[in-house]
């Protein structure tokens, strides 16, 4: 299967550059995955298409300000670090820009030398491990010195860190927010919860491998980088039980669904545990025990655009992002959502 199979067009006005003041009041998309019929309504408008019994699964991880403006030692040049995951105490695999500046030796200091950090070694792609040195706590040095890691086509940064983060964010580790959940507020929760329906929490810490570009012609050639992921048995408890009871999965966000997909065996049990995932999933794919998906427009050729494709078809999935566009719809991290249903809209 060819990746210019999953290319769209879209216009770059329609790139959501800035959350709306209030996080329900997105549009959202409601597509049938088996007819492709489509219907458009708002976001809080998804709890009439959630029903009790079912299980709503989000995923509960924390960015963390990861993208550090520092400069070499001794040359004074600008150093960007983006921080990807943590190997051990004070050892990050990073991302740097320029890379070429930042053999191995190399020191770069943050905050006029609150935070200093030197190149240990070189890893996959490039990208470099870096022990980092300071006095104090590194989250709260962190929280005083790094920007949260915006994707490259949002071209500002953003006034409110916590516009970033979900408003069930809990424990720190991703390098960005899982932004199908952004569109939720406690309230919204609260009456879903209210309905009848189950709140699951899993967390994936989501990695830059999630938003690389494929760089393969086609698909089955490309390797995910993999990310760390934790299912608590209470959790996984709750899952099964609604499978089990003739309810419906329905994860919030691709990294939940990569999530439950991973740690579900081939008889549909979700296994509590913890463990790292490089999990692809593509037209062809057989799902295990999600049923349905709330998820944000996605990247034209992303791993993320075929995983959607993956559901409800590749034709279906391309007709309702070009109905999107013609109707306007907002894009992207920031953009309107979609919720791919097996009830009728």
Same mark, same amino acid.
């Given at each position: 299967?060819?990746?210019?199979?999953?290319?769209?067009?879209?216009?770059?006005?329609?790139?959501?550059?800035?959350?709306?003041? @209030?996080?329900?009041?997105?549009?959202?998309?409601?597509?049938?995955?088996?007819?492709?019929?489509?219907?458009?309504?708002?976001?809080?408008?998804?709890?009439?298409?959630?029903?009790?019994?079912?299980?709503?699964?989000?995923?509960?991880?924390?960015?963390?300000?990861?993208?550090?403006?520092?400069?070499?030692?001794?040359?004074?040049?600008?150093?960007?670090?983006?921080?990807?995951?943590?190997?051990?105490?004070?050892?990050?695999?990073?991302?740097?820009?320029?890379?070429?500046?930042?053999?191995?030796?190399?020191?770069?200091?943050?905050?006029?030398?609150?935070?200093?950090?030197?190149?240990?070694?070189?890893?996959?792609?490039?990208?470099?491990?870096?022990?980092?040195?300071?006095?104090? !706590?590194?989250?709260?040095?962190?929280?005083?010195?790094?920007?949260?890691?915006?994707?490259?086509? !949002?071209?500002?940064?953003?006034?409110?860190?916590?516009?970033?983060?979900?408003?069930?964010?809990?424990? @720190?580790?991703?390098?960005?927010?899982?932004?199908?959940?952004?569109?939720?507020?406690?309230?919204?929760?609260?009456?879903?919860? @209210?309905?009848?329906?189950?709140?699951?929490?899993?967390?994936?810490?989501?990695?830059?491998?999630?938003?690389?570009?494929?760089?393969?012609?086609? !698909?089955?050639?490309?390797?995910?980088?993999?990310?760390?992921?934790?299912?608590?048995?209470?959790?996984?408890?709750?899952?099964?039980?609604?499978?089990?009871?003739?309810?419906?999965?329905?994860?919030?966000?691709?990294?939940?669904?990569?999530?439950?997909?991973?740690?579900?065996?081939?008889?549909?049990?979700?296994?509590?545990?913890?463990?790292?995932?490089?999990?692809?999933?593509?037209?062809?794919?057989?799902?295990?025990?999600?049923?349905?998906?709330?998820?944000?427009?996605?990247?034209?050729?992303?791993?993320?655009?075929?995983?959607?494709?993956?559901?409800?078809?590749?034709?279906?999935?391309?007709?309702?992002?070009?109905?999107?566009?013609?109707?306007?719809?907002?894009?992207?991290?920031?953009?309107?959502?979609?919720?791919?249903?097996?009830?009728?809209?």
């Amino acid at each position: 299967m060819n990746v210019t199979d999953f290319n769209f067009e879209l216009p770059q006005e329609l790139i959501a550059q800035d959350p709306l003041e @209030d996080r329900a009041a997105s549009r959202l998309l409601v597509l049938n995955k088996e007819t492709g019929n489509i219907s458009h309504r708002h976001f809080r408008d998804i709890r009439q298409y959630l029903k009790k019994g079912d299980c709503l699964v989000i995923n509960d991880t924390k960015v963390i300000p990861a993208r550090l403006i520092g400069h070499k030692v001794g040359t004074d040049a600008k150093i960007e670090v983006l921080l990807l995951k943590r190997k051990s105490d004070n050892v990050w695999e990073t991302l740097v820009k320029p890379g070429k500046k930042m053999k191995e030796g190399a020191e770069v200091s943050f905050g006029d030398g609150l935070l200093k950090g030197t190149v240990v070694g070189v890893v996959d792609e490039g990208n470099r491990l870096i022990q980092f040195e300071y006095d104090g !706590i590194f989250e709260e040095i962190l929280d005083q010195l790094g920007q949260m890691p915006l994707p490259p086509y !949002i071209t500002h940064q953003l006034k409110d860190k916590n516009r970033y983060q979900t408003v069930y964010a809990k424990h @720190d580790g991703s390098a960005a927010a899982p932004t199908a959940g952004l569109h939720f507020t406690q309230e919204l929760l609260q009456e879903i919860q @209210d309905m009848g329906v189950t709140i699951a929490h899993v967390t994936l810490h989501v990695g830059l491998g999630t938003f690389r570009p494929v760089k393969v012609d086609t !698909i089955e050639e490309h390797h995910m980088h993999s990310e760390f992921y934790v299912v608590e048995e209470e959790e996984a408890k709750k899952i099964n039980d609604t499978k089990k009871n003739g309810g419906r999965v329905i994860c919030v966000g691709t990294t939940s669904c990569r999530t439950l997909e991973s740690a579900t065996g081939e008889d549909g049990i979700l296994k509590a545990g913890s463990g790292w995932t490089d999990i692809f999933i593509y037209p062809g794919y057989r799902f295990k025990i999600l049923d349905c998906l709330i998820t944000n427009f996605h990247l034209p050729e992303s791993t993320l655009v075929m995983l959607v494709s993956a559901l409800a078809g590749r034709e279906h999935i391309l007709n309702a992002y070009q109905e999107a566009i013609k109707e306007r719809y907002r894009f992207f991290s920031f953009g309107d959502a979609m919720f791919i249903t097996n009830d009728p809209v």
